[in-house]
């Protein structure tokens, strides 16, 4: 499960005028293993909300969000209570959902744009920044369309790298050829037998069928190059390995 930008959303309501400071932990053990620690106290994280508002601080609230730290400070204003976020690693306001990562980004969505249609051909249709906490990375996820495929390109938003790319199940093959008793290894269990086969970077797995045999095509960026490693969906026998020129 990932998060999103969309977390820092929406208002946090209290009940108690005395502040009080709340971890909340994260779902992956990836992301925990990249926990990053606050860089900046709570003093400092309420010294920062009263510069943007005047009032009175009456809780902080420290939760994590994927590995960041973000102090959400609560001030009685003249006008009501206002939420103000702010980075705990950097204390900068966070304005916009996806201000936290937008901080983690080192390549901008033109950029992550230009890489997808450099990997598959097509107009793009849609482009999310997001966080996976499976990797533990900050990464754009560009869905690309083509004669009605649709594709999405998982790119690092910080390296540029294409991550994954995931392609639609209703593409010029007919699924409904492959019978589900045929398909008795998972994706994941795939995808590990290939990285066996070829040390690198799983960037696409497909599920097909070839004279009514299922399989996964399953494409591996390596130091080497790009390989393409057939696996058997039935008993997960590597049946070919095909390097790219």
Do not use: C
């Not at 932990?25 to 943007?52: H, P």
């Not at 080192?106 to 997001?130: F, N």
């Not at 398909?183 to 004279?211: C, F, N, W």
């Amino acid at each position: 499960m990932k998060f999103k930008a969309t977390v820092l959303a929406g208002a946090i309501a209290f009940g108690s005028a005395a502040y009080g400071v709340h971890a909340m932990g994260t779902n992956s053990e990836e992301a925990n293993k990249n926990t990053q620690s606050a860089k900046i106290s709570i003093d400092e994280a309420k010294s920062i909300a009263l510069k943007e508002v005047d009032g009175k601080v009456i809780d902080v609230d420290q939760d994590q969000e994927g590995p960041y730290v973000v102090y959400e400070v609560e001030v009685q204003t003249q006008n009501g209570e206002k939420d103000i976020e702010i980075n705990g690693q950097t204390g900068k306001v966070l304005k916009d959902d996806d201000d936290l990562l937008k901080e983690q980004a080192k390549i901008t969505t033109q950029e992550a744009e230009t890489i997808a249609l450099g990997k598959v051909s097509g107009e793009m249709t849609d482009l999310d920044l997001d966080y996976d906490d499976r990797t533990a990375k900050v990464v754009y996820e560009v869905e690309v369309t083509h004669n009605g495929l649709e594709q999405d390109v998982k790119i690092d938003a910080v390296t540029g790298d294409v991550l994954h790319v995931q392609k639609d199940d209703d593409d010029d093959r007919d699924d409904d050829n492959i019978k589900s008793s045929q398909v008795k290894v998972t994706e994941q269990k795939a995808e590990g037998i290939a990285l066996k086969e070829v040390d690198g970077e799983v960037v696409s797995i497909e599920l097909d069928e070839d004279d009514g045999i299922a399989l996964y095509e399953i494409e591996v960026q390596s130091n080497k190059g790009e390989a393409e490693v057939t696996v058997s969906a039935t008993n997960g026998d590597v049946l070919e390995v095909e390097w790219d020129d």
